[in-house]
Structures are given as C-alpha cells and as structure tokens.
C-alpha cells in the first residue's frame, strides 16, 4: 500500500472514484493536463492510495495562505473518496493521517474538510478521526 500524489496517468482511476462519490453528476471529467496542473502547485496536492497497483482511494488537500495567525496557513480537504468494495479497511483513516501530516509539517492551525450533507457514515467516519462536524457550518454556491 502506497499513498502519494496523483500523477497524470491516474486519471482514469481517479474519475471512477468520483463517479462512485457522485453518481448523477453527468458532468465529471478528470483531465490529466489538469492533474499535472495541480501537482505543479506548491499548495495543492491531490494523494492518492494505491493497493496491489490498483487506486483504491483519493483525496484532494488546499493549503490555503492565512492572515489570521501570522503566517500559519490552514487546509481545507475535499474528495475523500474509497471505493465501495475497499471501505472500512483503513484505507480512508490512512489517507486522512497522511494529509494530517503534511499540514503539521507546514504548520497548518486547523483542517477543514467537506462532506455531503446526506452522508451520514461520512460524517461518522470523520467524527471518529477527531472532526467536530458542529463547530462550524459550511456553505457553497455553485456558479
């Protein structure tokens, strides 16, 4: 088992995985110039979790600069994804520590991360990971 940033050649792997996250979006396209662009940027890291050369999970971090706290930027992590057949192996709990991670090493105050409003097992997963998922309220508009 792998975790590491997702390269151009997982584009394929990692638009199944959204598919399974968001099945009626008709929409979803994953572009491999577009993975390329992220990995480019120092701030941005899309990781995925790769088992006997297969991409079993995926998740997309942000650092996003802060002037809050000095200089201490925070994350903000959406896309956590684990295919259906590979849930509750801890595949999940180890893609979230290795984000954990890279925030402490770059001195992140907090991580924020997103979930659907209707997925309930989502939001226990991430309540048994240290998450408060009552200390704020996330909203969205889509443009």
Do not use: W
Not at 30 to 59: G, Y
Not at 97 to 104: N, P, Q, R, S, T
């Amino acid at each position: 088992m792998i975790i590491r940033e997702a390269e151009t050649k997982d584009a394929g792997a990692i638009e199944r995985l959204y598919k399974e996250l968001l099945p009626n979006n008709t929409k979803i396209k994953v572009l491999e110039d577009r993975i390329e662009e992220v990995k480019q940027n120092p701030n941005s890291f899309l990781f995925i979790c790769e088992v006997d050369q297969e991409i079993v999970a995926t998740a997309h971090l942000h650092l996003c600069l802060d002037a809050l706290i000095e200089s201490q930027p925070f994350g903000v992590v959406e896309r956590v994804v684990v295919s259906g057949n590979r849930q509750a192996q801890g595949y999940g709990s180890l893609i979230m520590k290795h984000i954990e991670d890279l925030c402490i090493s770059r001195d992140c105050v907090k991580v924020f991360l997103t979930s659907g409003a209707s997925r309930k097992q989502a939001h226990e997963f991430y309540t048994k990971l240290g998450y408060d998922g009552d200390s704020s309220k996330a909203f969205k508009k889509y443009l």
